[in-house]
């Protein structure tokens, strides 16, 4: 897990590169999903089938897989009636709360979860304040986002560019 705490792990361009080998080398077996923007952008109400069969294809590899979203019950219940996966809404990342449910649900340990978000104030800090690691993707549509998000998005550059500067 990074010392520095806004500083994802690792990042991606979307979640279609965070596969099932990657996670099983990272040693990870429980997969904690950010929805808006991660796994779809705020104005999909439900899923597509490339996102189906993805999220299926680690649960069918033995990985855990949940959903944390700050967003409310009906937008995730919606969501997830097709998949059926452990959900947390009202999640109030960056605090703790969601990520800890969902390990004791799992009985997964703090070595062995992932956060995968698109934000670094939300997801990447909740991950990090609860000693786990945290993947963060592009936003799917940045365009969608409202005005409190673009606002953190202006504070993200620093860290984004340090994460971009220590892998060169
Ligand atoms: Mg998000």
Known sequence: MSKVT???DKMFNNIYEITPELLKQDGITTVIFDLDNTVAPYSVAYPTEK???YL???RDNGINVAFASNNNGKRIE???RPLGFFTVCKAKKPS?????RIMREFGATKAETLVVGDQLFTDCLCAHRAG?????VNPIDPQDEGWFVKLKRWFEKPHLRYFKRRKA
């Open 6 to 8: 806004l500083i994802p």
């Open 51 to 53: 996102m189906a069969q």
């Open 56 to 58: 299926f294809s680690l």
């Open 78 to 80: 919606k969501f997830n």
């Open 96 to 100: 703790r709360r969601a990520v800890r």
């Open 132 to 136: 786990i690691r945290a993947y963060i």
